[in-house]
């Protein structure tokens, strides 16, 4: 009887049950930060256009108005999405 103690005691069932909870939860935002860490390098394949852009039109900024860059930003943004 005391080896298997869930089936007498609630107060260990619900430990028990709330460390199984806390373990999952630690294990599924692991593979969340491992999923988004693997995914990192397309997301910067995926963004470098727009630092290309960005630094296009930052060293010809006489041409260009901060609201013209945040223009061509923007569509270049939506062209990716």
């Known amino acids: 009887m005391a080896d298997d103690t869930r089936y ?31 995914a990192l390098p397309q997301l910067l394949a995926a963004l470098e256009p727009l630092v290309r852009l960005r630094n296009t039109l930052a060293a010809d900024h006489s041409d260009y108005s901060p609201e013209d860059i945040t223009e061509e930003l923007c569509r270049a943004l939506r062209d990716i999405v």
């Open 8 to 38: 007498y005691n609630d107060d260990e069932n619900v430990r028990a049950y709330g460390g199984n909870v806390v373990a999952e939860s630690a294990w599924g935002s692991a593979d969340a930060i491992i999923a988004a860490y693997n």
